[in-house]
């Protein structure tokens, strides 16, 4: 399916993108976002069969995002910017795939912590999340789905 190919390709760009911003400025501003929207509205549909089960995976992914996300947040432990991301993700891909990603990229965050926390000098300094969580999103871009079944691009 070439739309599918160049949903997939657009999400790769986008992924990879704000990777390098959040691991250069530990900051991405919201225009990237604004750039992620037409996305997030076309995946979905470009996704799951049917208007309403596409509506209903996207809405749950969503609010999973939120609610697993906001808490965190408002104690200061991760920034806007991870809210966002992972409420995109939630949003695009659904509820389904959102925990594959959300796994995978918990993982990779997980080994980055333990590996830092090795390094004295280092010990109060955050890890940047959104390239845990591009590359978990790219790899289920161009390998997935894994656990939950679905279909990919």
Known sequence: MVSGTLLALAWAGWAILIAWIDWRHRRVNNRWWLVALPLAILTPFALHDGWAWAVFLSLTGLLLALVLHLGVWSRGWIGGADVKAYAIVGWSFGALVWLEVFA????????????????????????????????????????GPWWVGGQGF
Do not use: D
């Open 104 to 143: 995978i990229a918990s993982l990779m965050l997980a080994v980055a912590a333990c590996l830092q926390r090795r390094r004295a000098e280092q010990r109060h300094r955050r890890i940047p999340m959104l390239p845990a969580l591009s590359a978990s999103v790219l790899a289920w871009i161009f390998t």
